[in-house]
């Protein structure tokens, strides 16, 4: 009996890490935009400014913030064109994200 219940266990353990795999691969992606919001964010919490680098799934998206913090947006001072909305918050500098672990080996095609 007690080897029919193991099976048993066994079984619906198998089918249950089968289900909860096929059900975490449906979650749709995060677009870059909203990782680089959701990150610095967390920059914005100096408790947990270590952890932030789980927030980003893609490195590309880090490479992009990477980008947008090495060339700020600076409005024209005669025209007053204003900057994109989704650029990076002027508080992120990029001695402040080159101490993150996930920057430290980070890889760009283009910075």
Known sequence: MAPAKLATVLAVAVVACAFASTSAAVAPAQSCAEQI???TNCLARDEIRQQCCVVVENT???CQLKRAVAVP????????????VNVVPPAVQMAELQRLPCFKGLKCLRA
């Open 37 to 39: 919001k959701y990150f």
């Open 60 to 62: 590309s998206c880090l």
């Open 73 to 84: 947006c600076i409005p024209h001072r005669r025209h007053g064109h204003r900057c994109p």
